[in-house]
């Protein structure tokens, strides 16, 4: 394999970071990728989208994270280097050759990424990650120009280590696995900003633990709490973060508003700006996705806050102003309430096309430890002291017990004077209220009878 | 006096908050003012603007700073009513009848900011003080009608405490003083976002030797050394983050692009959101100020950044992809230098008008500790066993060395291809870089021979 | 019932903790107690005893954790008195009458351990519990005194409150239950002082959603992913701290060490302080055991390093100057090598009743969350918001985990030379050595043949 | 120069740390000097002495202190071999043959510390110093004997960099200078476990801007206001923690006490342990001193508690059981008060030889910076762009100011009875309480009528 290599700087450049201290830039190709206009654009789209209208330090961007993951590969190779050389090929043993490719592959792991990724995706139809595939080997992208000082096929080298395609597991592993690079700045820096106690397990035991192995990483087994306690702390973070009802609710009003705001830009009627129109008539390009940030998509919002168009106005003011839905557990059996719930609040008013939805957390991209199934081949490994390794459920009861655990729920949200006539909203008749909660307890649906059984 | 009163919540409501544990809201008022369309704009400002440029993680806005100091003003005001309670009027102790007017004015100190204040109201005449007045005022906003629901001119009464006409001093320097609730909450917020150590004072301390006497807020005597490690954060944050020299190139560099943009549009050919037009035309109203936000300045950068005006579309992509100007610092003497090194400057092909700059850290709002002066009022005084008061400087020779500091630096911008010729500029010949370059030494301008004693 | 009183302290006492900020004192019985010599006595007393040999940082003692017991015990009155009042007797609500009751138990519920209770309780006969009784009750401690200062049977109250004997269960269990003041300082604590990241549960949410009810103490269902991290906390904590295996290697000499000075001092050839030689006789009194601490203990250790009798020297210096035995993880089947290998280690010299032993981690108190059996009342129930109760493994997939956890481990602990010859041991012939090793593999016992099914 | 080597260990040891998260260990030799006897007895004896009586959480010992100085070089080491390695001889860089040598020096620096040292050396005329250098070159020592393994003159090496007189002045300095490993160990440590905040400056930071020169230690100019905020944590540190009135007052306490214990003892009537004997006598031995520690002199302090001389008695009661003088502010006027003070105090039934005391904090290792007088080699540099230095309070105002202060104070130290009657002393009869009382005000001195000027 050949060496990548690129011209060192001359003097490190640094960054403070609040959550590893300081970022450190010694490659001028790390420098060039980091000045790109495409890299400085993650500045403008948040990490976490909606969930700061529920926790409000979560105004971090995807720009850090990046730059996070970056720092973590670089340590990692630094340890690897350091502690476990490859002296003869195929020894199992960390190549530092890979270095450069694999920091280059966190730096831009996410690149790819728009405002409100997964919601504007879907309704979109873009996709992150083959956007960020493209950003990475267009030519005419500065990330692309930036990667080809140290080899005319780096870019897409880099790219397949991102795809995963790239055949060294190790340098894949480092960044896509179940405790990767990614995962665990993640965890910390969303714990970090939105304050939550949960997410801050022991990094600086981990990358004492973390080792290369034939297959990829694994983990030396006096470390094996240290990686235990990473696990809890993903779930932590889901439970109280990631799938928080609130957040949900403020993805669901999103997801309504620019569903409204598609069809009355058919009927051909909607002011917006020039980057998102592109978008609406469904014929973008690689330069108006780059020119999408948050701050593009709120300078539409509050445009719309006041369109003619009573339904979009008001959802758009309920995104900005923090007017979230409320809602209430479903499960199989009591999802057959909806149809007439739905139709409760019709009569009070409400289109419930667009001020009801259900929302199940499981739908969003399911993250928990899972040793088996398709993403089999990513579990994690303990290695014994005699070499052999064993899969982290095998020891850990916590582990094996979130392994097989039902996590997140399903939810049916809809307008909060349902529940209460605290707000500014038209009520065509009370009883309709007191008909609509009664099928409410314990923040849960409820049959008002126990249905017969079959 | 009227006790203020409001309704109580059912439930208190409880944000999670990075810094202080968590916001708790008590008062129906409170929370409707939380809920108002102007306060929830705060979330798409920035606390400190360009910043972010230089710490990435400064990312936070002035929403969460406001609800801090809130919080605590709430948190002074229950330590006030459990520890000092007056039992006659004019004993110099604390009415708890004041509690809500001081908790509104903390939650609203700063809603007339908008985005990149300190530019923006040099270049467009606004004056944030003077619009948080009208904001709070004005029978239209929906904070003004939150308000009225305590007593009708509660709005006024809120406004008097920010503009410190309010007769009674202790209520008022809890908001506006050399120790107030907003320099406690900014300098730890700033830090802990930024991710420095400094400006982390101890904050329990500081609440436990706070209290009301006559004339306003002081400090007992055994938190002498609290009170002085707050003062030597203060010191530290403005040297380390607020003067920052990248930061201060950012703000030069948006200066810049903003004065381009007003003369472009002026000969009419600038392509530009609505909301900021009328800024550019000289007529703007409340609600076109309330629809500015950074995401909407951002936005109108981005379509700069494919003017057809050269100097424009590279500010703005200077701006956006974080191009800083390099700077030396300069004095009353080496500032003699100048027109001769815009010359130079002007004869590699920059308009010095708008690539050259002098930036004064005493120009910013100045914020050291001063117990002389037209800030006299505002001096902290520690009470001594016997009830006498010491002013902080009497009794702490740290705080007296910073007391009569020449605190910031006077620096020089220019573009930073004339320090290296790594950038991808145009560059006429090469000796006109040599002799730029002979001019600068250790980060300072200098004489190449001393000029003569006259 | 009779509200219970002390003299309020003209000025509050405030303590520095590194854990709880501040310590707070505000009654003079509370005051009074902390000077006894009873309590000053705690100071030195380790909290870990031993467990400081594995992580140094662990010199905390019994004093500060009885101090900060005390300090929850007093916040979480001061909750339940602003946010559940009793109304009317037997509404389940708090009746803070009982107040300095609770603070007094919490502040003396482990007065009565000695140095590295749980070995030296074994050995001597002693039973801190019941010394804790009496140091409380007796009439000529400065502590009894102290309390009576607040009703005659004020001391046999507090005594009651730590022995559960005490009527009122809010009462009793803000002391002892599974989720009580008592834990909650002490895991906190220990991580603090350890270092270790776990046990960093989140305190300020927990105290947020503690709450009384009729049969005690239960926490609200926002609250349940707190209550949920601080059992995971709580078991990482005794993997990582308690069941340490160094840890316990060291209290295995120690038992060893004190079985051997009992041995001697039979024999009439053992140089003793007095306070110790009380015991070793068989007649101490509270006095002698009020005399006792680590200090002393270790003098005599330190006297008897010199000691003419080479087993009691080499003990009490392995012990001193940390020389722990080496162990391997031992089970059912395995366990019937013991003999075999206890021969082997003979042959090379050692004495195996002084120089193996097996220790199982279960054997001490344990304490993991048990919602059944005969701790089953003390089980923590989640408050829905319709006021009914539901245990807390009902709802948390995690805590089920748990539950059923079959935690800690056996060990066998014998001389680590048995393991390499570095240490300087007098070994007879090599090939025991190989033999010895043969049965080790990845930290546990093996055996060489399968054993034959029966 | 030799180059100094030891056996690596196959498999390096780490500790927990909760200053610096891990201290490792990579040689032979160091596992063995820490192994050894005398590095193990550090364990018994407190980093602050008395001033775990002022913040309980401050029981953490030298051992602890010795081995983060340890874990400092080694990281200086790791740094400068990185980024300064020398390259010919006399380059001002680093040589890292130095770096087994510097470790150790670092790890034993404080190795001749007793309990309670600075009283002890006083009264029993012990000098840690002149200890330190026989325990490490001493062939007798487990230290010295592990120290050869690495060259027969290297014990005497080790010492002679803790004398200063080892000629490279690289070496000498991290151990001993105004910003040392040893000077940024305790400072973070004693803040950490006393729970104050002070102390905590940036080392991270700190340790991205160390570098050699040829003289010494500087600092790059990047990292100004990260040292000066070093200092002023020094400076806070000492006014908060090392000054503390109330340590001093123990401290005081403890001195009569072993006066008191003394001149009995020369009466033939102290019941003392043997190990304590020989001081008492003075003739002891380097094994005596080394078999002293904190328990052994509780030890005897406990004894003493029961000893016939009331005043024996007193002093030790009021020791263990933490019963402090109080203390008023002096200076050279307010001197002359004393006798007549004095005199009262002796009419209230006290002996002023032993119940009171004067006390100046300039008295103790005086430790601020000063960049000039006897100690001006050890002055802080700041190393500008084009390699020239600049002693850092020419940069920096507030050290400055600093430099110049004057720092602590001078008290007088009494029985706390002669300001309130709330001990139960005996008291002769009122007036004299009445007529002490009336010279103090503030917490200092005064007189009652201004002394007339001559």
């Known amino acids: 394999m050949a060496r990548f290599q690129s011209k060192k700087l001359k003097q490190e450049v640094v960054l403070r970071d609040p959550v590893h201290g300081y970022i450190h830039i010694e490659d001028k190709v790390i420098l060039d990728v980091f000045k790109s206009k495409e890299f400085q654009r993650m500045r403008r789209i948040k990490q976490l989208g909606p969930v700061s209208y529920v926790f409000p330090g979560a105004t971090h961007t995807r720009f850090e994270h990046n730059l996070g993951v970056y720092e973590l590969t670089r340590r990692i190779c630094d340890i690897f280097a350091k502690k476990y050389p490859s002296i003869t090929p195929g020894d199992g043993l960390w190549n530092d050759d890979n ?3 694999v920091e280059c592959a966190g730096l831009l792991h996410d690149i790819g990424h728009g405002p409100y990724s997964h919601t504007f995706e879907h309704l979109f139809n873009t996709n992150h990650e083959k956007i960020g595939q493209k950003i990475i080997t267009d030519p005419n992208t500065e990330i692309s120009k930036a990667l080809k000082q140290v080899a005319p096929n780096f870019p897409e080298l880099v790219a397949s280590v991102i795809a995963k395609t790239y055949p060294n597991p190790q340098v894949v592993k480092m960044i896509s696995s179940q405790a990767d ?3 665990m700045d993640y965890l910390q820096r969303d714990a970090y900003f939105t304050g939550v106690n949960y997410g801050r397990f022991d990094l600086s035991r981990i990358l004492r633990v973390i080792r290369p192995y034939q297959n990829g990483i694994c983990f030396t087994n006096n470390g094996m709490h240290a990686v235990e306690d990473y696990i809890v702390s993903r779930y932590q973070m889901y439970q109280q973060v990631y799938f928080h009802r609130v957040g949900r609710s403020m993805e669901v009003i999103l997801q309504h508003l620019l569903e409204r705001a598609k069809d009355i830009y058919k009927k051909g009627n909607l002011k917006v700006t020039s980057s998102l129109a592109s978008f609406l008539e469904g014929n973008w390009t690689l330069d108006d996705y780059l020119n999408l940030d948050d701050g593009v998509m709120e300078t539409n919002f509050l445009i719309w806050t006041e369109a003619q168009d009573p339904i979009l106005s ?3 003011k309920r995104y900005l102003y923090r007017k979230p839905f409320a809602s209430v557990r479903i499960d199989e ?7 007439k719930l739905r139709n409760i609040i019709k009569q009070t008013g409400f289109n419930p096309d667009y001020y009801t939805a259900t929302n199940s957390a499981f739908d969003e991209p399911y993250d928990a430890y899972k040793p088996s199934g398709k993403n089999a081949n990513s579990q994690i490994e303990i290695m014994q002291d005699d070499g052999s390794l064993i899969e982290l459920s095998q020891l850990s009861p916590l ?6 655990t039902f996590q997140g729920d399903e939810r049916f949200f809809f307008p909060k004077t349902m529940l209460s006539h605290d707000e500014d909203q038209p009520q065509i008749f009370d009883p309709l209220y007191e008909q ?12 008002l009878r126990k249905p017969r059984k079959k």
């Open 99 to 101: 270095r450069l490719l």
């Open 333 to 339: 059996e009591t999802k057959n309430l909806l149809p």
């Open 314 to 316: 008001d959802l758009a």
């Open 181 to 183: 690079a990614d995962r």
């Open 399 to 404: 582990v094996r017990a979130l392994n097989g």
């Open 436 to 447: 609509f909660q009664k099928y409410v307890k314990n923040g849960a649906l409820r049959y």
